[in-house]
Nanobody, 121 residues
């Protein structure tokens, strides 16, 4: 069974940092494009960043503050988020698709359950 599990969310003050993790089971992450998405209340799900099978990273949102990394040995990807802003508050999801990166969440085949990130003082 293919499964993605996110962790690392929480409450952080503006300007703070968080590192989200996404661990796969049932398949190897480096055989897929892995995207990070987020969905704020009342808004559509949007792409944040994506890492391709070859390891190239594409940023979609205002994610110059975010760094995407992959640890093949742990079958885990990470999203390091720095200088967080209140508008970054959302549920963050990782997702996998078998081909190249795309920003459209509807093109991804497998999803995690999401992890809540709240940026507030």
């Amino acid at each position: 069974q293919l499964q993605l599990v996110e962790s690392g969310g929480g409450l952080v003050q503006p300007g703070g940092s968080l590192r989200l993790s996404c661990t796969a089971s049932g398949f190897t992450l480096d055989g897929y494009a892995i995207g990070w998405f987020r969905q704020a209340p009342g808004k559509e799900r949007e792409g944040v960043s994506c890492i391709s099978r070859s390891g190239g990273v594409t940023n979609y949102a205002d994610s110059g503050r975010f760094t995407f990394a992959r640890d093949n040995a742990k079958n885990t990807v990470y999203l390091q988020m720095n200088s967080l802003k209140p508008e970054d508050t959302a549920v963050y999801y990782c997702a996998a698709r078998s081909n190249w990166c795309r920003s459209n969440p509807g093109s991804y085949d497998y999803w995690g359950q999401g992890t809540q990130v709240t940026v507030s003082s």
